[in-house]
């Protein structure tokens, strides 16, 4: 056992878990089919403590080879993964990682408590607080009372995918390994899963999440790598505001003006960088950036253009992708 490396005694002499060390991914590589198939190439990475890592990638990149990879499911070829500073496959590391796999299994006739309480004793967690432990974590994932003690079967997909994150939360994990947990989901799922994995960063929880949705990663992660072919091409700190062209579609009360298109044009010519398009209510632009995109607002609100919509025609990781094609098509 090594329980007491776990804990360290502070200045007033009380225990406390050892400081998270992040995941530190050091060159591996993992083929498939005897060699034949290089799913991982030579992949460094790290998560750092409490970041929200996102990965993202085409088909095929690598993605969940590596998460598995993570979870001590697969070996590598060759290469390091330490968690916390130790092995993938080592006790001490299972008991710090929550999983959410990308097709969740539910024996049907479960209800969602009994489910719960067979992955809490999986676990290993102790009976005593079996119950009060998985009616936190029901409760946490807001997944009403009334819902416990009915058969999964009865659940929608939105209702499945919390139970699957209080699954993944089973035994207080620090870090939660994602993949794909919105793919397939209505709009309201994919909202769930959205506000699920803020409130758990707000916790402390270290994440991982790979998905294929670029404004879920934008809006919850603090970094993206892209991952290519087995390996990383990119990483992004989402954090550090940058100033990058923006294309923007304005819309305004025709009814309600006499301004005509052309005043349009004249007004919002000097901080566009281009006007892709103009309407009699609507016109497409590109600014510089987000101050000029403030300025070329401020002028139209002064010339007394009845604005009602200012919207973004595509995020920063959207961008990030479609540059990046740019440059593999002129490469
Ligand atoms: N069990 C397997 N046996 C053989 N090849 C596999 C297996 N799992 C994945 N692969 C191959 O490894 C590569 C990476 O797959 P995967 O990790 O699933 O990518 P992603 O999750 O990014 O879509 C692909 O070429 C895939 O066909
Ligand atoms: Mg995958």
């Not at 969740?104 to 992955?119: A, N, P, S, V």
């Not at 079967?153 to 699957?164: A, F, I, V």
């Not at 409130?199 to 879920?216: M, P, V």
């Amino acid at each position: 056992m090594r329980v007491l490396d776990e804990v360290t005694i502070n200045a007033n002499g009380v225990l406390e878990p050892l400081p998270s060390k992040g995941i530190v991914v050091s060159g591996i590589t993992k083929t498939y089919k005897g060699g034949k198939v290089k799913a991982l190439n030579n992949l460094s990475l790290e998560v750092l403590p409490g970041e929200a890592l996102g990965l993202v990638g085409p088909n095929g990149a690598g993605k969940t080879t590596l998460l598995s990879c993570l979870m001590g499911f697969l070996r590598t070829d060759s290469g390091s993964i330490l968690i916390d500073g130790e092995a993938p496959d080592a006790l001490l590391t299972r008991r710090i990682l929550g999983y959410l796999p990308e097709r969740l299994t539910f024996d049907r006739w479960m209800t969602g408590r009994d489910y719960m309480q067979f992955h809490h004793e999986l676990a290993g967690m102790p009976e005593s607080t079996r119950k009060a432990d998985c009616e936190a974590l029901l409760t946490k994932v807001e997944l009403p009372p009334s819902s416990w003690s009915v058969a999964v079967k009865k659940y929608s997909r939105g209702m499945l995918q919390r139970l699957g994150f209080a699954q993944a939360l089973v035994g207080n994990p620090r870090y939660l390994l994602l993949d794909e947990p919105a793919s397939g989901m209505d709009p309201t799922g994919v909202m769930v899963v959205r506000q699920l994995l803020k409130t758990l960063k707000e916790d402390g929880l270290t994440i991982l999440l790979n998905s294929h949705q670029l404004d879920q990663i934008e809006k919850v992660c603090d970094r993206v790598i892209f991952i290519k072919d087995g390996t990383v091409s990119r990483v992004e700190d989402l954090n550090e505001k940058i100033e990058q062209e923006e294309h923007l579609v304005i819309r305004w009360l025709a009814s309600a003006t006499s301004l005509s298109r052309e005043d349009f044009g004249r007004v919002a010519q000097k901080e566009c960088l281009a006007i892709t398009e103009i309407n009699s209510d609507f016109a497409r632009v590109s600014t510089a950036g987000s101050a000029a995109t403030v300025n070329l607002i401020k002028a139209l609100v002064t010339a007394n253009f009845p604005i009602s919509e200012v919207r973004p025609e595509d995020t920063r990781l959207e961008r990030l992708f479609i540059n990046s094609n740019k440059e593999e098509l002129t490469a």
